[in-house]
């Protein structure tokens, strides 16, 4: 069903659900970085105390993070923005390009190939995190030098994410305008146009 942009000029971007499903998912993983600097982080620990509420908090909040993902599965526009999120496009390519050369032509879709990365880069970093988080909570579901792997790669990809959600609040914090989409669910069609040409917001897909 066409989506066209409104007499003000602006342009429907995301759904109810999807802004939801951001924002808690969002929260979620906020509370998961918090709560583990709180537990490696001595000054931290130190400060707030409670270790035996804070992994509690730690543990359940990361169990939790893929499920308003898979709630987000019942919404028609979700799955249709998760089918753009995993399709990468000749002009994605371009887009790659472009910003190794530091060009602004930059084509793309209603995402961008960045956005893209970031996304598949996150989802799977996440399910190794629960995967990891799993092994070292039920210590009888694996041998002691699977756990100690487990541990390793579940601190080191914690900082590594940490690292990425910064370097993604900071792009954002540089893009008012996508921040209103996410807030708002509608975008100026300008904006649109500059930054995403090759998304036909009129249509149902690209």
Same mark, same amino acid.
């Given at each position: 069903?066409?989506?066209?942009?409104?007499?003000?000029?602006?342009?429907?971007?995301?759904?109810?659900?999807?802004?939801?499903?951001?924002?808690?998912?969002?929260?979620?993983?906020?509370? &998961?970085?918090?709560?583990?600097? &709180?537990?490696?982080?001595?000054? $931290?620990?130190?400060?707030?105390?409670?270790?035996? $509420? +804070?992994?509690?908090?730690?543990? %359940? &909040?990361?169990? /939790?993070?893929?499920?308003?993902?898979?709630?987000? $599965? @019942?919404?028609?526009?979700?799955?249709? *923005?998760?089918?753009?999120?995993?399709?990468?496009?000749?002009?994605? =390519?371009? %887009?790659?390009?472009?910003? =190794?050369?530091?060009?602004?032509?930059?084509?793309?879709?209603?995402?961008?190939?960045?956005?893209?990365?970031?996304?598949? %880069?996150?989802?799977? @970093?996440?399910?190794?995190?629960?995967?990891?988080?799993?092994?070292?909570?039920?210590?009888?579901?694996?041998?002691?030098?699977?756990?100690?792997? /487990?541990?390793? +790669?579940?601190? %080191?990809?914690?900082?590594?994410?940490?690292?990425?959600?910064?370097?993604?609040?900071?792009?954002?914090?540089? *893009?008012?305008?996508?921040?209103?989409?996410?807030?708002?669910?509608?975008?100026?069609?300008?904006?649109?146009?500059?930054?995403?040409?090759?998304?036909?917001?009129?249509? *149902?897909?690209?």
């Amino acid at each position: 069903m066409p989506r066209p942009a409104d007499t003000s000029g602006r342009v429907p971007r995301f759904t109810p659900a999807e802004r939801w499903i951001h924002r808690v998912t969002g929260a979620l993983m906020l509370v &998961c970085l918090v709560t583990a600097a &709180c537990l490696y982080y001595p000054p $931290l620990s130190e400060l707030v105390g409670r270790r035996r $509420l +804070v992994v509690t908090v730690h543990e %359940w &909040c990361g169990l /939790a993070l893929p499920v308003p993902v898979l709630l987000g $599965l @019942a919404s028609r526009a979700f799955r249709a *923005d998760l089918s753009r999120l995993n399709r990468f496009a000749p002009y994605d =390519r371009e %887009w790659l390009r472009a910003v =190794r050369r530091r060009s602004y032509r930059r084509p793309a879709g209603k995402f961008n190939a960045g956005q893209k990365l970031y996304a598949s %880069w996150t989802a799977g @970093a996440v399910l190794v995190m629960i995967g990891t988080g799993l092994l070292m909570w039920f210590t009888h579901l694996a041998p002691l030098v699977w756990r100690t792997g /487990a541990t390793f +790669v579940h601190d %080191w990809l914690t900082l590594a994410l940490a690292v990425v959600i910064v370097g993604h609040i900071r792009m954002a914090m540089n *893009d008012p305008e996508s921040r209103r989409g996410l807030r708002t669910g509608s975008v100026d069609e300008t904006w649109a146009a500059r930054e995403h040409p090759n998304w036909e917001p009129y249509r *149902d897909s690209e």
